[in-house]
C-alpha cells in the first residue's frame, strides 16, 4: 500500500490549493481515504474523511473551505482549499484505511489509518 501526497506550498491567506494523493497497491474503492494535518507544535489533527462511497465529514474550522473528493478510477483523493488562513499552515497526509461503510457519521483517529502519504507541507502567509 503506497499514498504519495503532493500539492503543498506558500499561499497568501484568502488563497486556494488543490492537494493529490496517488495511491497504489490496493483496491481503491474498498478504502476510506481522509487527510489529516500537523502544525508546527501540535499533534496531528483529523481535517476531512471520504467514504468508499464519496460520504464525506471535516473538522469543523474547515467546512465550507475545504472539499474532499476521490476519483476511484484514477485512485486518486484531492483535498480543495479554498480561503486559506495562517492557521492552516501545517505538514498535510493523506491516510486511508479498508472500511466497507457507505457513510461515515463521525472522524476517525489517526491510529485507525494503517496506511500514510509523507506528508506536504503548506504555509498560510499573513
Known amino acids: 500500500v503506497q499514498l504519495q501526497a503532493s500539492g503543498g506550498g506558500l499561499v497568501q491567506a484568502g488563497g486556494s490549493l488543490r492537494l493529490s494523493c496517488a495511491t497504489s497497491g490496493f483496491t481503491f474503492s474498498e478504502y476510506a481515504v481522509a487527510w489529516f494535518r500537523q502544525a508546527p507544535g501540535k499533534e496531528r489533527e483529523f481535517v476531512t474523511i471520504?467514504?468508499?462511497?464519496?460520504?464525506?465529514i471535516y473538522e469543523d474550522s474547515v467546512k465550507g473551505r475545504f472539499t474532499i473528493s476521490r476519483d476511484n478510477a484514477k485512485k486518486t483523493v484531492a483535498l480543495q482549499m479554498y480561503n486559506l488562513k495562517p492557521e492552516d499552515t501545517a505538514v498535510y497526509y493523506c491516510?486511508?484505511?479498508?472500511?466497507?461503510?457507505?457513510?461515515?457519521?463521525?472522524?476517525?483517529?489517526?491510529?485507525?489509518?494503517?496506511?500514510w502519504g509523507q506528508g506536504t507541507l503548506v504555509t498560510v502567509s499573513s
Open positions: 491516510a486511508a484505511r479498508r472500511d466497507s461503510r457507505a457513510v461515515i457519521d463521525s472522524p476517525w483517529p489517526d491510529y485507525e489509518f494503517s496506511a
Open positions: 471520504n467514504s468508499r462511497t464519496g460520504s464525506s
